[in-house]
């Protein structure tokens, strides 16, 4: 009987383990403490529900919390991460608030957002009407453009 009860035990234990996925999911989703947690980049208070970003690292699990698209972005960059293209990506819905899947969503540009990149995720269903749309790779090739662009500015003034 005991003998039962353990081969029972593995087998349930193995169907589990083999049906999980090794992906990241809305399971993965961190609740974020508003106005008390902090962008990993910029240190600022995350306050606004539909900016902001977790960013969630393939090899270790771990959740990366940003205030702006723009912040998450250019902290790939800056920390040299080059695990972009694996990683889990959500952004809050600049429409209702809730996590979708930044690398599957349509994003809007010229909005106020935390740290003035501009840009605002929305599904298919919530984006605004009469607006230009940008995909994730465009988003993240116009926020990397703008650091360019500040960076060669900085650049400028000090050889000045």
């Not at 960059?77 to 996590?99: L, V």
Request: net charge negative; charged share 30%.
């Amino acid at each position: 009987m005991r003998n039962f009860k353990y081969g029972v035990f593995l087998f349930f234990a193995i169907f589990f383990i083999s049906c999980s996925d090794s992906t990241s999911s809305e399971n993965d989703i961190k609740k974020i403490h508003w106005d008390r947690d902090m962008c990993d980049r910029c240190r600022m208070v995350i306050s606004e529900k539909k900016f902001a970003v977790q960013v969630i690292n393939p090899h270790t699990n771990k959740t990366f919390l940003f205030d702006d698209l723009g912040c998450a972005i250019s902290w790939f960059e800056e920390e040299n991460q080059p695990w972009i293209k694996e990683a889990k990506i959500w952004i809050n819905d600049a429409h209702n608030g809730s996590f979708i899947d930044a690398k599957e969503a349509i994003y809007t540009k010229e909005n106020i957002t935390p740290m003035g990149y501009g840009f605002s995720a929305y599904t298919q269903k919530t984006k605004p009407k009469n607006e230009r749309y940008f995909s994730f790779e465009e988003s993240v090739e116009l926020i990397n453009l703008r650091n360019h662009e500040y960076q060669q500015e900085k650049i400028g003034t000090k050889n000045e």
